[in-house]
């Protein structure tokens, strides 16, 4: 008849490899009185950061897409001078004005608005950068 092999009670943590009680090195709870092992909820933080990221993307999209049209709008108006007749060269600083003729030719003058009867398409603004901004 064989004998039996002497067990240890559940409660008590012994390592049957290196025939050692190790209860105090387990990265883990290993009696009733320790303390609880807590899962962290990750899901509602993890929830949390994927609206405020959105949201940070999403302002930043919006900025972006500001910036690009106001790119465009520039585009636009430096196009149109620049295609437009005049016999002048124009004063960085200075204020020009734009203007259809009825053949819907364009042309750029240095009279105001309020001092002709041309169509105006707008008042310009050439700045430092040689860039026409309207004003």
């Not at 409660?11 to 290196?18: G, M, Q, R, S």
């Not at 910036?67 to 196009?79: I, Q």
């Amino acid at each position: 008849m064989k004998m039996a092999k002497k067990r240890k009670p559940d409660n008590v943590v012994f390592n049957t490899e290196t025939q050692k009680y190790d209860a105090a090195i387990k990265p883990y709870a290993t009696s009733v009185g320790a303390p609880v092992i807590a899962i962290n909820d990750t899901i509602a933080w993890k929830n949390r950061s994927i609206s405020k990221v959105n949201q940070k993307f999403k302002a930043k999209y919006q900025q972006l897409k500001a910036e690009y049209e106001k790119m465009m709008d520039e585009f636009e108006y430096n196009n149109m001078i620049f295609s437009a007749k005049f016999n002048f060269e124009p004063i960085v600083g200075d204020v020009y004005h734009l203007y259809k003729r009825d053949n819907n030719e364009t042309f750029l003058s240095i009279i105001a608005p309020d001092e002709c009867s041309f169509k105006s398409m707008g008042s310009f603004y050439l700045n430092a950068d040689q860039i026409w901004e309207k004003i």
